[in-house]
């Protein structure tokens, strides 16, 4: 079983997808973490992307889709969740093309929906872990010490994109490139809509049984 999980900055895929990897041994390719991993080793891709990034921008297409080509190349048959990605119809078409050509397919675009005033609360609140990557919430899920990771002991920061004005940007840009993937799933038969509202157990349960 491969999975599109998609929906706004905030909705929670990082959040579902660790639980998808641990338990359903998926492996998570989220352009996003892997864009935040070529900033810090400072590669040629992380130069290109970050300032997209920062001001809370898509990075072109053509750039996020050559870097997710390689990853899904690699793959050696492992099932596989992709979150965030694709995010605009370029992308999904071009994925569409790449599937085809690795013999890969996906089974569900499962939409994560969550309305948009709770979107930024999460966002401004997030923590994350800076050598684990685990996602943590100043609210709805503290670590037991402040600042460190439950999982590693490393420090949390705050994502340089978690800042108000930039959220806004990224909120806008899902609107208008990122939705109306909705349609285009739908066409395809993949769409399935899960409510992303609630206690995390609760929305994995139900992404676990719409697949
Ligand atoms: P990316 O890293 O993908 O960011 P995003 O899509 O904006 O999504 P987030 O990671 O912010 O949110 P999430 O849905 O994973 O939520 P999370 O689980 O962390 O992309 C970053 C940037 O990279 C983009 O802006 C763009 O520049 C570039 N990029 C990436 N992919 C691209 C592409 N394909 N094309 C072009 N550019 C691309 O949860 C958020 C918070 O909420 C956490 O604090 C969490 O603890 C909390 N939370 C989670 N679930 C719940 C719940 N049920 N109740 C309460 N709080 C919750
Ligand atoms: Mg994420």
Redesign the pocket.
């Known amino acids: 079983m491969n999975i599109i999980l998609f929906?706004?900055?905030?909705?929670?895929?990082?959040?579902?997808?660790a639980l998808l990897v641990a338990r359903k041994k998926m492996r998570q390719i989220?352009?996003?973490?892997l864009?935040?991993g070529h900033i810090k080793q400072q590669t040629r891709l992380g130069t290109e992307?970050k300032s997209?990034?920062d001001a809370?921008?898509?990075?072109?297409?053509d750039i996020?889709v050559g870097m997710?080509e390689d990853v899904l190349k690699d793959l050696g048959g492992q099932n596989f969740i992709l979150?965030?990605?694709?995010?605009?119809v370029p992308?999904a078409e071009s994925l569409d093309v790449m599937l085809m050509n690795n013999a890969l397919k996906i089974d569900k675009a499962v939409f994560?929906d969550v309305p948009k005033d709770?979107l930024m609360a999460?966002?401004t609140?997030?923590?994350?872990c800076t050598g684990c990557g685990a996602?943590?919430?100043v609210l709805?899920?503290k670590p037991k010490a402040p600042g460190v990771c439950d999982l590693c002991g490393s420090k949390l920061e705050q994502?340089v994109?978690?800042k108000e004005d930039v959220i806004l940007t990224?909120l806008n840009?899902?609107e208008a490139s990122t939705a109306p993937l909705v349609d285009y799933f739908k066409k395809k038969g993949q769409f399935v809509s899960v409510s992303?509202?609630?206690?995390?157990e609760e929305?994995y349960k139900r992404i676990a049984g719409s697949l």
């Open positions: 929906g706004a900055p905030g909705a929670g895929k990082g959040t579902q997808s989220s352009t996003g973490d864009f935040r992307a997209f990034m809370g921008k898509l990075v072109p297409d996020v997710v979150d965030g990605f694709p995010r605009t992308q994560l709770e999460r966002l609140g997030r923590r994350v996602t943590y919430h709805a899920k994502r994109d978690d990224r840009a899902y992303g509202m609630g206690e995390t929305i």
